[in-house]
Structures are given as C-alpha cells and as structure tokens.
C-alpha cells in the first residue's frame, strides 16, 4: 500500500504540474542558524505566493475548493476507503506534492481535531515516510483566524521535510519516553526559545493507536486552551488559535496570537512553528539573512512568550 499511494501522489502531482493545474514555482532556500538560540531555519523566498488568494479575498471565499476539488488535483476521493476523506493536492503548494487531507463533509477550519482525524494524519504519515530514502514528512492544521488558516472547510496539510533538516521538537523529544501531560508533568518546551509551544515525544509507531493519540492531543490542547484563559485580562478581544504540528516522533501544538508579523510583513502558519519559513518579499528575505534571531522574534509576536519551568494557573484535566 505504501509504495501504491506514494506512487500514486508522485504521478498525479506530476501531471498537475505538467498541465498547470498546481502554481509551483522554484523559489530560494537557505538554512539559517540562530546564534542566539542554536535553532535552524529553512527560509525559503516564494515571490510568487504573493499572488496566492489570502483569508479577507472576497473573491475567493466565494466558493469552497474543497466541494468540488478538481479532479486532477484529486489523489484519491476516498482516502483508505473509510468514506471520511479526501487526499487532494495544494493548488498552490510550497513544495512538489504538498499535501491536503480534507474532511469529506463539511466541517469548520475552528473545530478541534477528532480522534479520526489524528490516526486518519498518522495513518498517512505511516504511508508516506520512507526511511530508506529519507523521505519524512510533517502535517500540520490551522485552526482558527490567527493560526494562518485560509480556507474555512476543515483540512489537514502535509509535506515533505527538508532533507537532513532537524527541527527544534525532534531535540526536544529526542530519547525521552512518550507520556500523557497532567496536572503533574507539564509538555515540553525549549526554554532557548522566546515562544511557547508545548510537545510530548510519541512511543514506538506499534504503539500509536487511536486512543494515544487523542488522549495525547487533548492534554496539549487543554494546555493551550488554558493558556488563553490566562491572558483573558491582558487581551480580551483575543480569539482562540493554534497550531497543531505531527511527525511519527512527536507531536506539538502552537498557542498563536496573530496570522501576521506587522513588523515584518509576514505571514505564519504552522510550518513557521517547525522552522520552515516562508518569505514574499525581497526587504525581509535579506533581513532574515542578516540577522535570523528576527526569525525567534517574529514567532513570539504570532504567539505567547514560552513558559518552560513554569505551571499554568488554571490547568484543569
């Protein structure tokens, strides 16, 4: 099955691309190192997303791309024959074969994730990764205004990683036990980094099943959710927004604050919060190379300051 959908989504992709049905267009990339923090950022320059439709397009809220996906963007209609999803390609993706996996039926971009939704993600990943060559991937889902999210009806993203690329949550949970975050044990996070985030390490892929991965999700959410509570008073019009970031390792999500850095004129999703930066503009494309500690400055302005060593106020299981 493995090699069936992998080969599957590498012809489809293909033939979008050939026939102009995915805007992909090659864009520069650099590693950048943070000397401040050790952290490493793939920043790729994309002048041409700029030409992508935003949340706030009225045009392009108009209709909904997931009802009726085109079917040359359609890998498969009924992703493991489950009658739940679809496994598109991103029209406009930020890498070859970029991911989405769709929920059939309608349902909000703001709804929390179900359990059928992780192992649906995991289950994908569990397809799609291929150690012998290299191949890992990362999904990701916005959820909410501030998160990044652009489209309405509820989706999943996932693609490759860059190879020989560590993100910082793969030294966060490297060689630490998988456990379920209580009123006791708080989730990870790198106190090197001015953002919170919080991450728990997943156990053996024999391991994983639906249950562990709901459970362990409702204990980062929960934690999220009640980092919000905490800055009701200093920001009362705030809205509820997140990341949810997911790897056979590991799983984190993303309290965020804000879709978009006013300093610096960019935009974040998700993959910002795995140090996969995406840049339109040529000013701050030479910023980020001149000095990258902006890169940690610019994801505490999206999200909340980190509170590793600290335990939340009101944290309720």
Known sequence: MAQDLATKVRETYANAAKNGYVHFFQSDSKKLKDPETGVQYMVTHAPSLLKKPERGDKEAEKRNPFAEPEPELTVCEDLFGEGEYKLLLNKFPV??????????EFKPQTSTLSPKDLITAYKLLQELDDEDEMVRNVVFYNCGASSGSSQDHKHLQMFKLPEKFTLFQDRLCNGKEHYVPNVRTEPLQDSKLSFAHFAVPLPD????????????????LQRTLTFFQDWTNEKPELETGYNVLLTKEWLCVVPRSASKSKELNIG??????????????????????????????????CG???????????YHY
């Open 95 to 104: 890498v070859p074969e970029h991911l989405l996996l769709v929920t059939k």
């Open 205 to 220: 892929e024999k391991e994983v099943d639906e249950e562990l991965l709901a459970m362990t999700f409702v204990s980062l």
């Open 268 to 301: 974040l999703n998700a993959t910002g919060y795995a140090g996969l930066v995406l840049v339109k503009h040529e000013d701050v494309w030479e910023k980020l190379q001149e000095n990258p500690h902006l890169i940690d400055k610019l994801l505490l302005e």
């Open 304 to 314: 909340f300051p980190n509170t590793a060593g600290q335990s939340s106020n009101e």
